[in-house]
């Protein structure tokens, strides 16, 4: 039995708790009197407020382990009055802005107003003013990066940050980089891209059936975000990952990096995340079991990333990743 004392949740607050799992996509979407069942709160209609404390879990519900922890924190935050990770002061949506997400297009919008991360804040914006000198007579967007791509995508690219002068200048993710140069040159030759170049938004760039997005959204000093970073950013990915599960079948993950912060997503996304997890490598390939209803089994792809290190060196070549997204579109049951 999951213990603790809820003392104080006003209607307001249920909802929100509503909300939180439902828009996480855990398949659970109890009615206000399952709610009151599970939690054994007597709400006031008067006051909004509960008549007497109760218990977090009766004796006879069971949160699934992989919800439990999640469940146990958000409340207590609302109790405690202490703000959700990722929310700040001045308002910026942070995990709470992600769960009331009910769309792509809204997690998209919220994404870019976040700023969760004082570190990643001040270097996106410093980037954005002093600019590097090519781009000096550019407006950079200098804020959160959303994904990109279809809100019904079967296959979903997951890189690691924003580069500075990159998805930072362009506001779009891997376009206006060495990187993205090579990653949508290869999307096209794959059929997943209707363009092998990726310049600036509104350059008519579209994606079929194919999502890109990446663990943390703001641009990292030293393209390197710190564990609290990653873990801040998370809940943007389990989101994204939620609205999705209808249609996503591939992931196609680039470098270890995202690779070790996607499972802790998906476990809470609802997929069977094996013990051992596999380990990354190049055109590594492994199935994960759908844990929740609608969602179905996912195939993950693991391919170097197309960093100007790996590119430059000959570790990545371009028929490398190419193989890797054409396998990955024909599991996905793309054309």
Sequence with gaps: MIE??????????????????????????????????????????????????????SSSFRWPPHIAARVITALAQFTEGKPSPGAVANGSPGQNGSMMCRSIDELDGAVADCRACARLVAWREEAARVKRAAYRDETYWGRAVPSLGPADARLLVVGLAPAAHGGNRTGRMFTGDRSGDVLFAAMYRAGLASQPDSTRRGDGLRLFGTRITAPVHCAPPDNKPTPDERDRCRHWLITELGLLAPSLRT?????????????????????????????????????????????????IFGCYHVSQQNTFTGRLTPAMLEGVLVEAKSTAGLR
């Design 4 to 57: 603790g004392a809820v003392t104080q949740l006003s209607v307001c607050d249920l909802r929100s708790c509503a909300r939180w799992q439902a828009y996480f996509s855990f398949g659970l979407t109890p009615s206000p009197t399952t709610l009151r069942n599970w939690w054994s709160i007597k709400l006031s209609a008067e006051t909004g407020k509960p008549r007497n404390s109760g218990w977090l879990a």
């Design 251 to 299: 992931i196609v993950v680039l470098g270890g990096w995202g690779w070790q912060a996607l499972f802790p997503a998906l476990a809470e996304s609802g997929w069977t995340v094996p013990r051992p997890r596999p380990k990354f490598g190049h055109g590594v390939r492994c199935s994960l079991a759908p844990a929740l209803p609608g969602r179905a089994e996912l195939t």
